[in-house]
């Protein structure tokens, strides 16, 4: 989620990295660690064991770390507060002549200095401004990451993102990665907008572990949901969703399903071949172009 298992993150590297990249670590080392918790902490009650799946799925990067200061990335810092007084940041990409405003929810691992480079991609090769942002707790974002908390943050973005450009809310194309898409599909679900787009994400956090974990009850037993299953059947604008049919992170069937579910009009790519935490490829940006042209 690069993100689960930013966005889950990223690869096949150590747990407890994130990639230079920006696409984020796996965390299926993790989440095996967390099973075995269950066994553990059932007995003593459920406050650690709730800590302990949230370190599991949000794998924040805070300043320093990585890259903030990027070369030639034509950015602006933005600073806006969630609705709980949450102090956040975030990286603007503006575009001239812009085809679509662009807001990037991206994967549970890293901060805005990983992503800027995903972020500069969008922009330059689709013609859009991009605002990608720090969930709480991420980068220079203060407080801890909760699923509320981070689904608030969104929404503050969003508002700040409209301002900025000067335009409604609803006009604004949400994009999310990984982890990202949960928080996407929820802002979509609940206030609409302009057009979703979902990259590399799932039906539902607890759905992602029982794969992994086949024998244990992770439905049940899992409190974070990012539920966008449930969710998406209230979305009613433009989809696009693509995923990699090699994803070993979040499997390809996962990402099938969670389309399936989706109302029309919408479109799903599939990229041979291709990992959760592989860069996009060239046939992405022709058709992420041609999608906002539709729009």
């Known amino acids: 989620m690069p993100t689960l298992p930013s966005s889950m993150i990223p690869s096949e590297t150590d747990a407890n990295s994130v990639s230079s990249s920006g696409w984020s670590v796996s965390i299926q080392r993790r989440f095996a660690v967390l099973a075995i918790a269950f066994g553990l902490v059932m007995a003593s009650g459920c406050s650690s064991l709730a800590q302990m799946e949230r370190s599991v799925v949000f794998q924040p990067a805070r300043y320093p770390d990585g890259n903030w200061r990027p070369a030639d990335a034509m950015f602006e810092d933005a600073s806006f507060t969630s609705s709980d007084g949450t102090q956040l940041h975030g990286w603007y990409f503006p575009c001239e002549n812009r085809r679509a405003t662009i807001l990037y929810c991206h994967g549970n691992g890293g901060n805005v200095a990983y992503w800027a480079s995903a972020a500069r991609q969008i922009r330059d090769r689709v013609g859009s401004s991009v605002l990608v942002f720090d969930y709480r707790g991420y980068g220079r974002s ?154």
């Open 142 to 295: 203060e407080g801890q990451p909760t699923e509320t908390g981070i689904l608030d943050d969104a929404r503050a973005a969003r508002l700040w993102l409209a301002r900025r450009e000067g335009i409604p809310e609803r006009q604004i194309v949400l994009l999310g990665r990984s982890l990202g898409g949960g928080v996407a599909v929820d802002l979509a679900a609940t206030d609409g907008a302009r057009a979703l787009i979902l990259e590399s994400t799932f039906t539902s956090i607890p759905d992602v572990a029982q794969t992994m974990f086949p024998l244990l009850p992770m439905r049940w037993l899992m409190e974070t949901r990012f539920d966008s299953k449930a969710k998406i059947e209230n979305y009613h604008g433009p989809l696009l969703q693509s995923h990699g049919t090699d994803d070993r992170t979040i499997p390809y069937a996962i990402g099938r399903r969670l389309f399936d579910s989706a109302n029309e009009p919408k479109q799903f790519l599939p990229i041979p071949g291709g990992d959760h935490n592989d860069p996009p490829r060239e046939a992405y940006y022709r058709v992420l172009s041609a999608f906002l042209d539709t729009i």
